[in-house]
């Protein structure tokens, strides 16, 4: 007889046994460690150190609502050969500038990739070994942004000002590294799904027009496996589909800069200062 106690064990000798296959692939903490926070339910690291506050707080972009219909493509984890000089040949032809989120080490090992074809994108920080960040204490995710920082610079003559985070996850650590280096967070509204529109990208680019709405963020990747072929395929249509709607792509920088209908920013930090005077009455 089945035991419900044998069954989770069953259950548990499984995980184990997964585990023990992927043991030296690096993976297994990440993927299975109480590390993770949305697998193991685990705190992401804190910002515990307040002497790393250097600019008094980091902006969370991942929408603005935008007056102009505008629309930031963003791509993540590259450069790598596959498939980052395609993306770029797509957006050349399209002339249309998007934002880069780096992983620093491929980066400095594939700079001749993007070397003179930045011209009118900009360029973020992902990292530089696509670890995840929450699971990094103030001094790991320094390390991790600082690094990705200065090959940008040398490599892209850029200065970063965004942050990506791999997976889009946040510790306190993270958005305290950000601060001490003046860097703002940048998220995302939408995004390619690469698993659900497998080899449809007519479908895959009809999703996001049919989505999209003035000031979005889209995220998508031009690295990773053959999967990622979708969203580079569904791209001319779309990028085609949203132009003749009266959509214009920039960088995420200048998404921000643009006006929008949401309350000024200086409207809500009044506000917010204003609640924090003592009460007089
Ligand atoms: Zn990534």
């Known amino acids: 007889m089945v035991t419900r106690r044998g069954m989770l064990r069953g259950g548990l000798l499984t995980a184990v046994g997964a585990a023990t296959a992927l043991a030296g692939s690096g993976q297994v903490k990440h993927w299975f460690g109480w590390d993770r926070p949305p697998l193991g339910g685990g705190y992401a690291a804190a910002a515990d150190d307040l002497g790393a506050v250097a600019h008094g707080g980091v902006q969370i972009h991942y929408f603005r609502a935008t007056t102009e219909k505008l629309v930031a493509l963003t791509f993540d984890d590259g450069p790598l050969p596959e ?3 395609q993306f770029l040949d797509v957006l050349d032809e399209a002339r249309a500038p998007a934002t880069f989120f780096m992983v620093g080490r491929h980066l400095e090992e594939h700079a001749g990739l993007v070397r003179h074809r930045l011209g009118r994108h ?10 995840d960040l929450a699971t990094l204490d103030l001094a790991g995710a320094r390390r991790e942004l600082e690094r990705t920082h200065e090959a940008i610079k040398r490599h892209t003559g850029r200065e970063a000002t965004l942050l990506r985070p791999p997976y889009g996850h946040l510790g306190g650590s993270t958005v305290l590294a950000a601060d001490s280096m003046g860097y703002d ?26 989505t999209m709405r003035p000031g979005s963020i889209v995220l998508a990747h031009d690295a990773g496996d053959k999967r990622r072929l979708v969203a580079l395929n569904a791209l001319p249509a779309m990028i085609a589909a949203l132009q003749e709607r009266g959509y214009r792509f920039v960088t995420v920088s200048e998404l921000l800069r ?14 917010f200062s204003a609640s924090l005077e003592p009460s007089s009455g």
């Open 83 to 85: 498939y980052t000089p």
């Open 122 to 131: 900009e360029v973020g920080n992902h990292s530089w070994s696509h670890d």
């Open 185 to 210: 967070i940048a998220l995302w509204s939408h995004q390619m799904r690469e698993r659900r529109y497998a080899g449809d990208p007519t479908a895959q680019a009809q999703d996001l027009i049919d």
């Open 258 to 271: 643009s006006p929008s209908e949401g309350r000024p920013a200086e409207a809500r930090s009044a506000s």
